[in-house]
Structures are given as C-alpha cells and as structure tokens.
C-alpha cells in the first residue's frame, strides 16, 4: 500500500494523547468486542482482530462507543445499498475527468491522513456521477480502516473547478444520506475540515454542509482564500506539488488509489452489511455495553 506509516515521532505523538491505551488493553477490549457481535442476531460475525483493532483506535478506545459505531456501520450498509454498489477501472477512469478522491500518502505531524477531494475543468455536467463519487469515498475509507489505525483525518475540498450543477447533485437527501454512511457510520475522527479555491456561491455551500454536521465538526470547518493560509494547517511536505507541496504529485496519488481500489475490488464488494430482519426493535444505550461497565467517552 502506498499509504506511509507512522514515523516513531508521530507515533510518540500519539501515544501522547489522553486516551491511548498500550497494546494489551487494545487486545482485551478486541476480544470483547469480538464476544459481543457472537450475541448480536443482526451483525455479521467478525473474526479479524486488525480490523476490530482499528476500529477500536479510531473510537478514541471508548468500547461503548465502538459498539454503537460498528452496529451504525453495519446497518447502514443494509440500509443504504445504493452507496456500496461495485464500479469499474473504466468508470473510475472516465470519473477522474471530472475529479478525484484519494488518501494522500505522508501523516501529518500530529499522525492525522489527509483525505483529498478535487475538482477538474469541465464542460460535460452530464457525465457527472455523483453516486460513483460517494461509492469511492466511502470504499476508500474501508481501505483505510482496513489498512491502518484511524487516528485521525483531516478533509480537504479543493473547489476550484467546482460547477454549480455539480453542488446541486448532492440533494439534501443524498447529503444526509451520505454523511450518515460516514461520518456516523465509520470510527472517522475529522480533526478539520479545509476548503481551498473557494467559488463565488462558497457561502451557499458551507450553509448547506453544516445543516448536516454536527456543532463540533462546524467549529472546525476553515475557507482559505490563499495556500499560505492552508500552510499553518497542514505543512508544505504533506501536501502534493499542485499545492505548492513537496510531498509528491497528485496525479501519482490518484493512480496509486485507482490501483489500490482495483487490487481490492473483490473484498470491497464482498463487504458484510446487517440483516434488518433480525434486529432488535430496541437497542438499549446499556445493552451496548458488556456487564454495564463503559469507558468515558472523550472529545478532542
């Protein structure tokens, strides 16, 4: 995988944080989350402990919180199918000419990845897919959790090349919709969200985006009308040259996640969702929780 690894610095930093635990404890709670989805009728059993670990990692440790997040992540994949459908290096190609989505490869110093949208110059509204947009966005996090711990993510929206036809795809069903299949459905820690290359109706846009987010995440959100504003964010050596970076070139970034969609097509389609038929009408906050006993969930 092209993604780079935390170095010992960043990997200092984050043990640094409030609620890392060492490794033992993440074993222990990795089989205890193992031994609560054996008891739940509607989820798939789960028997990778990388998987469950990183899950785990990115619900900041909180065992309570992980098991309200994985039942989230598998309903919604029973609920929202449309977001999961499979795709083409043809269709993902043909979609790169409108924009693109990747990881970038470098962790930030604080050990967050960056989660890149761009927008490219086009006449040809129609071709256009947004539900293809979402279907990536969404497999690439599955990568990302399947590959790495999910410390931490900053989201960057490059806007340059942004139409208002493309904005007006994103309904506000859609949105919700989407965002329900993400940001509450994955263990996402979105530490910021950057928007570069603002258009003239950006106001509309960020308007229409915190309707769905929650007052946390809007407190984090940043418009940058220059790069050099971006730099106080995230340093020269993250980001990709297009953006004054030398952190590698974006188009390299972009085939490398092609490839690594591609190389995992069959995994990304085979991923288990809930069987509604067997969920419980109500799911008590304390059934959550093995023996009623939680850890205090953290904020950043």
């Known amino acids: 995988m092209y993604l780079i690894p935390p170095s010992e610095t960043q ?5 640094n944080e409030d609620f890392y635990q060492p490794l033992h404890r993440l074993e222990e709670d990795v089989t205890q989350l193992m031994e609560w989805l054996t008891k739940q009728p509607h989820l798939p059993n789960i028997t990778d402990r990388k998987w469950l670990a990183h899950f785990i990692t990115g619900c900041k440790y909180n065992l309570r919180r992980s098991k309200q997040v994985i039942d989230s992540y598998f309903v919604a994949r029973a609920e929202f199918p449309e977001f999961f459908g499979s795709f083409t290096r043809e269709q993902l190609k043909e979609a790169t000419k409108q924009g693109s989505v990747c990881l970038f490869p470098k962790l930030t110093p604080e050990g967050n990845r960056i989660f890149c949208t761009t927008t490219r110059q086009s ?10 947009f979402c279907q990536v966005s969404i497999a690439i996090l599955d990568l990302q959790l399947k590959s790495e711990p999910m410390y931490g993510n900053i989201i960057l929206y490059d806007l340059k090349h942004i139409r208002l036809a493309q904005f007006m795809a994103f309904t506000p069903t859609l949105t919700k919709n989407l965002l329900r299949c993400c940001i509450d459905s994955f263990p996402l820690r979105v530490k910021t969200v950057h928007y570069i290359n603002p258009p003239k109706f950006m106001s509309r846009l960020i308007t229409f985006f915190k309707l769905f987010v929650s007052n946390k995440i809007r407190d984090r959100i940043f418009v940058h009308d220059s790069l050099e504003d971006l730099y106080q964010y995230i340093p020269k050596d993250v980001l990709p040259d297009l953006y004054g970076g030398t952190g590698g070139n974006l188009e ?15 995994w990304l389609e085979a991923r288990p969702k809930a069987d509604l038929s067997r969920r419980p009408e109500h799911t008590k906050a304390d059934e959550l929780d093995m023996n009623g006993t939680f850890k205090q969930l953290q904020i950043d």
Request: charged fraction near 45%; glycine fraction near 0%.
């Open 11 to 15: 990997i200092a930093h984050i043990k």
């Open 252 to 266: 390299k970034y972009e085939e490398d996640m092609l490839e690594l969609l591609m190389a995992n097509k069959e």
């Open 123 to 132: 006449s040809d509204d129609e071709k256009y897919d947004v539900m293809l």
